[in-house]
C-alpha cells in the first residue's frame, strides 16, 4: 500500500476522535507537507533515512515548532500502521529531527513598560479607510460613495482578550485556540 493511501485511511480513522479544528490542522499537514513528499512510497519501504530527508526538506521553510508538529502527526501515523500490523517498527522513532539553527530560540516578551505603554493604547481610537462603494438612497437609486476615513475604538471583547493575554502569559498557541474557538462561534 503507498503511504498516499495510508494517510487517507489514517485521515477518515481519526476523524471521529479528533476536535474538528484538530482534524483540519492533521489533513492539512498531512495533505501539504507529508503526502506530496512520501506519498508515492510504500509504507513498508519507509525507514529512518527517508524520514530524516523528509525532515531536511522541511528545514528552512517552516519553523522549529511547525517540524516539530509534522513529526508528530507522521509518527502517529506510523504508530498506527505499527498497530494494524502493516510494519514492525515505527520509522520516526529512530529518525534524527533536523532542525533550523539559525532560529531565535530565546523568549520575546513585553517590558514592564512597553506592557503599560501597550494597555493604554488599547483606549485609543485608530482610523480606518472604508473603500468607496455603492448604496441605495431612500428612492431606489443608486450613489457611489467615495472613500473616507472612520475613526474607529477596539472593541471590548479584544481589550479584554488582550489585557487576559498580557497578564495570564497566553502563549501563540493558546490565542491561537481562543480565537479559532471565536471563529467557529460566529459561523
Known amino acids: 500500500m503507498t503511504f498516499a493511501d495510508f494517510a487517507e485511511k489514517w485521515l477518515e480513522s481519526r476523524k471521529e476522535d479528533l476536535a474538528y479544528s484538530t482534524y483540519i490542522g492533521y489533513v492539512q499537514i ?74 531565535e530560540t530565546t523568549l520575546k516578551y513585553f517590558t514592564p513598560e512597553q506592557s503599560l505603554m501597550f494597555l493604554q493604547s488599547l483606549d485609543m481610537e485608530f482610523e480606518t479607510v472604508v473603500r468607496g462603494h455603492e448604496r441605495k438612497d431612500n428612492t431606489g437609486k443608486y450613489y457611489l460613495v467615495p472613500d473616507y476615513m472612520k475613526s ?27 480565537i479559532r474557538l471565536k471563529l467557529e462561534q460566529t459561523q
Not at 46 to 73: C, D, H, M, R, W
Not at 158 to 177: E, I, N, P, Q, W
Request: glycine share 6%; aromatic share 8%; proline share 5%.
Open 30 to 103: 498531512v495533505n501539504n507537507k507529508i503526502v506530496p513528499t512520501l506519498g508515492r512510497y510504500k509504507v513498508a519501504r519507509i525507514k529512518p533515512p527517508v524520514i530524516e530527508e523528509f525532515y531536511k526538506s522541511l528545514v528552512g521553510t517552516l519553523a522549529n515548532g511547525s517540524i516539530q508538529k509534522v513529526k508528530n502527526v507522521l509518527s502517529g501515523m506510523f504508530r498506527t500502521a505499527v498497530r494494524w500490523q502493516m510494519i514492525q517498527v515505527n520509522p520516526c522513532r529512530d529518525a534524527k529531527l533536523a532542525k533550523n539553527k539559525d532560529e
Open 152 to 178: 474607529k475604538k477596539l472593541p471590548l471583547q479584544l481589550k479584554v482578550f488582550y489585557t487576559l493575554s498580557l497578564y495570564c502569559g497566553f502563549r501563540k498557541g493558546d490565542a491561537h485556540v481562543i
